[in-house]
Every structure is written in C-alpha cells, then in structure tokens.
C-alpha cells in the first residue's frame, strides 16, 4: 500500500530546474593514477586496510588507537573533561577490538586467528576509565559479538572458524555488558545515563544529557548478547530505552528531539532530523526486526518513517532537513556527514521508492567530490562548510555499498573508486590514514579513529569484492551493525527465549522482506545517477564539473576497465543548450514511464507535492 500519496517523478521538473541553489565549485578530481579495474580497486583496499591494521599492531597496540602521523598510539586522556577522547578510548585495544569480523572479511584465517588469541590474551574492561556507553556498546561490545560468531563458525565465512576457541570472545563481552548496566539501572525512566565508569558505575554528579541514538541505539548488540548467553535483562533494558524514547516523541507530528534529560525524561534540544544525535535509532528498529523478528520495531519504524517523509524531505535539495519536533518548521540550514547513512537504510529497507535514496546519495557525494572529503556539517543556504573537519567517517561509503548491492548500477562504483583514491591519495600518512582537519585545505590531524577499519574501508572493500562470499554463499543472509560488524541472521537469534508466545507472530521470514518491496519498486530503473547527477550536484555548491563515470556494465562488475566517458556540466550560468537535451531526454523517457505506471495506477489518484511514499508489505 502507498502511502502519503503517489507522485509521477518528472526529472525535467524536480532536478533540472532550479537546481543552482548551493553556489559553485571546481574541483579537481585527481583520478589520473586511480586504478581503473575492479580488481584493482580491491586490491588497493585491502592494501589500504592491511597498512593501517599493521601499523596499529606495531606502533599503538594495546594502546586503543593509532596515530598515524607520529606513529604512536593514543589511550585515555588524563584530563576527564576531555570527553571527545575519554567517550570512547579506555585502554581496552580498542581498534583491535572493534576490527575483529573486518580482519576476517579480509580473507586470511592466519590473521583472524591471529586477532583473536590478541584479544584473549590482552584486553580487559576492568578499567578506571569513564566511557560513553553508546560508543563502547557499538564499537566494543558489537565487535566482540561479531568476532565471536565468525569464530565459532556461525557465519557465512566458515574458513574462519577457529578449532580451540571456546566462547571466550562471549565471555568477554558479557562481562563489559554488566560493566554497563549500571547506566540503566540508575535511571528512573528506563533511558540510560550516557557514561558510566567501568568499574565503579554512574559517576556522582554526571551529566545526565543523552542523544536519542546514544540511550536508544542499544537493542541490537544488547538483543544479541542475550540470546547468546541466555539472560533476558540485556535485551529488556535496551528495549525499554527505545520505547520510552518512542514514548516521548510529540504525538502531533510523530518526531523525536535530538537530545533528552536520561532522569527526568524531558526533551533538552527539539530538533529533529535523520543525521547527528537521531540517526541509528532509525536503523536499529529496522535491523532488530530483521534480527529478532519483533513486529513492534517494524511499526515503529514505519511510523517514524511517515513522519520523516512528511516533515524532513526537502525534495529540492535532495536532502532532509532539520526541524523543530513540535512545530515541523525548519530549525537550521545544515545537514551533517552522519545523514549519509540514511540512502542506504531507505535502499535495503525497501520501503520507499528507490528514486529517494538514490538523489540524497547523490547530493552527498557531489559533496566529496567538491571537497575530496565529506564536511562534518555543510550549509546548504550559505552553500559552506560549517564544521570542516571529516574524521574518516564511514557513512557515504556504506550508503554508496548498500545502493550498490540493491540496483548494481556501476555509477556506484566510481563514487567508491572515486573515494577509495581520494582517501590514499589525501589522507595518507607515515603508518595509516589520518582524520582531515579541514577539507578546504586537506591538513590532517593525528588520529585515526577505529571505524575506519572497521567500517570506511570494509565497505570499499566489499564494495569492489562483488564475489565475496558474502555476496554469494547461501545461508549467508546477514546485517550489519551500525558500527559495521557482521551479525549472521541465526535461528537462534529468531527464537525469543524469554516469552511463552512466539515473537514471530506470522512474520516467520523477513529475510525476504525487503525482496519483496523491492520487485514492485517500479522506479527502480527511472534514476539515472551518472546523467542526473551534475543537476542534483550544482544543488550542494557543486558546478564547472567534469565526471568520469565508468562505463561498466551490469554483467561485468567484477574485473571491468574504465573508459573515461566524460559528462561535462554547464558553468554557473548554465549550458543552456546541454541542459536543454538533457531535459528533452529525461523528459521523454519519463513520459514513457508514467505511461507504463498510469496502467498501475487507479483512476482519481492526485499526484501531491511530496514523493516520499512508504510501501507496507
């Protein structure tokens, strides 16, 4: 069933049009020396990852990570105020850690065994350190779930599994979620305290302020942990988070604020959006019904999702927006690189039309290549970086994996080419790959952070690996994590062992369900990336632009060449004639394809201003 309307995209219309809101750039690829096989590319990102992962191993460990420009490693700050260190880092081998199933994805058992035994022998979370327990929860306690399952060879990559190993990555994991219990059981209103000290509980006198993905992104690794190991409370203190998030979200317009009091449960910041502060709350109600087949996380999910669609999608800009959660009206101007997750959890999800997703991909990376690196927070009224730095975030790289697993169109994979180059060729140091302080003039920090392991440049691997075993093995249905870490979808997952009644219900096989939106997604082939994109980029201050699209084909993604076929968009006054046959050509092919879904179509439909429609299965 469509909802909030049906709307017949005519590019000619909704890009073409007014799309020059975001001023101009002219950027300079730098692709001459980028590989241009596919072969190559995963190559180049294995390469780029065994580099990295080496040099922590011999310059940081056990420290938490790398700095990869004086080749040291880094652990907790001794100042306590310095939370932006201290949140995260707690002398527990941190990128080790969170690498786990990443090591594996790679393909060498020798390795995995090798991280493994590291880990068993080295880390302990019996430390006097005070985290934040989002992050150690999705970086820490999400890798030790994941490193586990590979090893006990309940995953698609069989080859890793490891005869001695006896549950001792569970173990682990277990003790550091009872480390972080304390932050729920401290809360009278179910949503936890956002740090706690690992060994000694909710410090006296913290801050009580949380994110809604900090207090209610937990249910995946949490759900996890408890059907693993047999103990309910994991899982019903992270889903009693959840919902009393959900609980306080304002009933007129079905949004979420950003950041809430953990004691008192009112909202400190109404805005409202799908990027920083929000963002993997979203993801987790779909994944955890994917997981562990609660329908409640679907409804809720696709409630959130009405809302959004309503309230947050621009339409022109492709972009959603930031708003006020009681009001609906627009609280700021800027989007955040984290929003770049989202076209890929509309993708898998399949509960919108493929069209959305795709142009929201395509004003992000039009960001990147303007800047070769994704601004922290863009402007998209001033047409600026307001926050410059980019920390080797993973979000555009997982969307550009998701879209291109859903279509296997190959502009995907010159975006991927496009990134992977730009990141060996600009944030390269001595011994890993450093975080940009600005894009405007790609200066780096020493400090690479963990996901990037984990998460940046596993995508890019696995984008290019379009043979992996992930992508080709039966029984190999799996997630991702939002910290990227591979969960196998298990019958023991599926199974709630802490309720008489089934939890399935009659969802018996979400598997399949995204599948199934996506065979009536009949837009699927209307969204022509390469053609369209110089349009959507001239909306995100991206003009003078020539694009290298590969002319890749469908069929032949696994080794194919480049043949530099280039797409030239008008100066910032416009190609009026280029322009023009481009609309003529978009135009007369979608007045093809509203033919065809005219015949699909009941009589009397009105076509509405807003094309963000949610298919329900």
């Not at 999910?301 to 930031?322: D, T, Y």
């Not at 980029?537 to 696994?558: C, F, H, I, K, R």
Request: aromatic share 10%.
């Amino acid at each position: 069933m469509m909802l909030l309307g049906k709307f017949r995209v005519r590019w000619a219309s909704w890009i073409l049009v007014g799309f020059a809101i975001l001023g101009t750039g002219n950027p300079v690829f730098g692709l001459a020396q980028c590989p241009t096989r596919v072969s190559n590319l995963r190559r180049l990102a294995q390469n780029v990852f065994r580099f990295s992962y080496l040099s922590y191993l011999e310059h940081a460990f056990p420290l938490d990570e790398l700095d990869p420009i004086h080749c040291t490693g880094r652990g907790v700050d001794p100042d306590p105020t310095n939370i932006n260190i201290n949140d995260v880092l707690g002398n527990y081998s941190l990128t080790l850690v969170d690498s786990l199933d990443a090591v594996a994805i790679m393909g060498q058992p020798a390795d995995f065994e090798s991280a493994v035994r590291l880990v068993i022998d080295h880390v302990s979370f019996d430390q006097d350190s005070t985290v934040q327990v989002f992050e150690l929860t999705i970086r820490a306690l999400g890798g030790l779930l994941s490193g586990h399952l590979i090893a006990k060879g309940e995953s698609a990559l069989s080859e890793m599994k490891i005869a001695w190993y006896d549950d001792e990555l569970l173990w682990l994991a277990r003790d550091l979620g009872a480390r972080l219990l304390p932050a729920f059981n401290k809360s009278p209103t179910g949503i936890p305290h956002p740090r706690v000290n690992l060994r000694w509980g909710v410090p006296k006198g913290a801050r009580t302020d949380t994110c809604t993905a900090g207090a209610g992104s937990l249910i995946v690794e949490f759900g996890i942990l408890s059907r693993l190991t047999g103990d309910p409370t994991y899982e019903s203190v992270a889903k009693r988070a959840m919902l009393a998030i959900w609980d306080r979200r304002d009933r007129g317009t079905d949004l979420l604020g950003s950041t809430i009091d953990a004691v008192t449960g009112d909202w400190i910041d109404m805005t409202s959006g799908v990027g920083a502060g929000i963002d993997s709350f979203f993801e987790y109600l779909f994944k955890a019904y994917v997981l562990f087949g609660d329908r409640e996380f679907y409804d809720i999910f696709i409630k959130a999702m009405q809302a959004v669609g309503r309230k947050l999608w621009m339409g022109m800009p492709p972009v959603f927006i930031n708003v006020d959660m009681r009001s609906g009206n627009i609280s700021n101007y800027w989007i955040d690189s984290l929003q770049a997750y989202f076209p890929g959890l509309l993708a898998y999800s399949g509960i919108v039309e493929l069209d959305v997703p795709m142009r929201q991909h395509a004003a992000y990376y039009s960001l990147w290549s303007r800047y070769h690196a994704m601004p922290e927070r863009f402007d998209w009224r001033s047409k600026t970086p307001t926050v410059s730095f980019y920390p080797l975030r993973p979000e555009l790289a997982e969307s550009t994996y998701h879209l291109f697993r859903v279509t296997k169109d190959p502009f995907y994979l010159d975006v991927g080419r496009h990134m992977l180059c730009d990141i060996e060729k600009h944030m390269k140091a001595s011994c890993g790959y450093g975080t940009v302080h600005s894009v405007t003039t790609l200066d780096l920090e020493d400090r690479m952070e963990s996901f990037f392991l984990s998460e940046t440049i596993k995508y890019l691997f696995l984008l290019f690996d379009t043979q992996h075993i992930l992508h080709r093995s039966a029984g190999s249905e799996h997630v991702f994590t939002t910290q990227g870490h591979l969960i196998t979808l298990l019958p023991s997952l599926r199974t709630n062992p802490f309720e008489r009644s089934p939890a399935l219900g009659k969802d018996t096989n979400v598997t399949k369900h995204n599948l199934k939106c996506l065979r009536r997604n009949r837009r699927l082939e209307f969204f022509h990336p390469i053609r369209q994109f110089g349009a959507i980029a001239s909306s995100v201050g991206v003009s003078n632009l020539s694009m290298y699209p590969q002319n890749w084909t469908e069929s032949d993604t696994t080794d194919s060449f480049v043949t530099s076929t280039k797409i030239h968009v008008g100066d910032q006054n416009g190609d009026e004639k280029n322009q023009r046959d481009v609309e003529d050509e978009i135009d007369d092919e979608s007045d093809a394809t509203d033919d065809d879904s005219d015949d699909n179509e009941e009589e009397g439909d009105e076509e509405e201003d807003n094309d963000f429609h949610i298919d329900l299965v």
